[in-house]
């Protein structure tokens, strides 16, 4: 598939850990139906290929992220995918419990933990970082209810080992639900074979979707015995009804689907054209235009912040200077944009990207360097 990007050709984007320019197939559908709407309303709206829609994105969701359909529902970011989970674990909070984060997690996915443990007199524990690591072992135990961690971090793309945490959670009887955000889009991800119990992601990032879009996942075994007021006119099979009458709301995760829109043609072909990318080769592009940075930044001042093991490398890397703050932006007055996170340099390349834009990097860098 031919997918052609809007950034100018004078601008060199790394900065997809922070906001993903839609692509100019997304962006051009995304006009054509606000224009659509605009101009006749509802009449601009067809239900039926609406509906049809749905079902299409939540089965290229399935093949894409490695679940069944049946777990699968938009949302509208990751932090809303994120309440689901945490509203369908409210059976199983206790005073005794506790729910296990990571020191490094971005703030959504420690704000809403804060609140649940606030609310249901539980304890929040925060796993430390040690450099190469997380240390769960003293965190996660028997009380543990859930652990919430990111995919990729999003300050310095540690990628965790989902494997190994999500049967650690479930040795002790806990769930596992992953921020995927900064993963989902750049690196492979299959939740069934990581056995992940609860996944939630913005759209608008690695997937170069809309903003206002996400996915989240939820193990299909679990919408048996769990449930949640998080529910709209979608939810229930016969929406079409719109008359008050008693909710008879969809077997699988369709229950928690709120709405229904236009928006949905462009999250469709979002996830189509990320799948026909093909995650596992944007991956090895990925990884190939860092490694050229990170040799060609090898003897300078610039001190790379990611861990480099193989099974713990993502979309981004962080690199440590003295001025970290004034080389983002004197790189932005030169039209490369990246962003400053933890004082660091957070640079975080995409399948558009080339060879000659990170020499072009790589040389910006190093001059800038010179002139501080
Ligand atoms: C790891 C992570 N989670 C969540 C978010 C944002 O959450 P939301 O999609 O709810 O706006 C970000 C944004 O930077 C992020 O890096």
């Known amino acids: 598939m031919n997918v052609a990007m809007n950034i100018p050709i004078d601008t060199i984007y790394m ?5 993903g320019p839609t692509t100019r197939q997304v962006n051009n559908l995304l006009q054509e139906t606000t224009s659509q709407l605009s101009r006749y309303g509802e009449a601009a709206l067809d239900l039926d290929k609406m509906i049809a829609t749905w079902d299409n994105v939540r089965s290229l969701t399935a093949n894409l992220i490695g679940g069944s359909q049946d777990g699968i529902i938009n949302s509208t970011n990751t932090a809303s995918g ?18 296990v ?9 420690s704000y809403i933990w804060q609140q649940i443990v606030a609310r249901y007199d539980m304890e929040l524990r925060v796993a430390g970082f040690d450099g190469q690591h997380f240390e769960f072992e003293d965190k996660i135990d028997n009380s543990t209810v859930l652990v919430c961690i990111s995919f ?6 540690y990628r965790a080992d989902l494997k190994r945490i999500a049967q650690l959670a479930h040795d002790h009887g806990a769930k596992i639900a992953v921020d995927a955000i900064q993963g989902l889009g750049a690196v492979p991800i299959d939740v069934e074979d990581l056995d992940i119990d609860f996944m939630a992601s913005g759209l608008y990032k690695w997937m170069l979707g809309p903003m206002g879009t996400g996915i989240a996942y939820i193990k299909p075994q679990l919408l048996e015995e769990h449930d949640s007021f998080l529910v709209g006119w979608f939810s229930d099979q016969n929406f079409e009804q719109m008359s008050h009458h008693e909710f008879h709301p969809w077997a699988d995760a369709r229950r928690f689907q709120q709405s229904l829109g236009p928006i949905f043609y462009a999250i469709e072909r979002t996830v189509e054209i990320i799948s026909e990318l ?18 060609n930044l090898e003897d300078s001042t610039y001190q790379l912040d990611t861990v480099l093991e193989t ?11 003295p001025a970290a703050e004034q080389v983002v932006n004197k790189l932005k007055e030169e039209g490369t944009i990246t962003s400053f996170r933890d004082n660091g340099i957070r640079i975080s390349p995409h399948f558009h990207n080339t060879t000659e834009q990170i020499t072009t990097l790589s040389e910006q860098m190093l001059a800038i360097d010179q002139d501080l």
């Open 15 to 19: 900065n997809h850990a922070s906001i």
């Open 82 to 99: 994120l309440h689901i989970a945490a509203d369908l674990m409210v059976g199983e909070y206790h005073s005794n419990g506790n729910i």
């Open 101 to 109: 984060i990571t020191e490094l997690e971005f703030t959504t996915n």
């Open 152 to 157: 990729v971090q999003f300050s310095n793309g």
């Open 278 to 295: 093909n995650p596992q080769k944007t991956f090895q592009h990925i990884l190939a235009l860092q490694d050229k940075l990170i040799a």
């Open 311 to 321: 099974s713990h490398r993502s979309g981004i890397l962080r690199f440590k200077h």
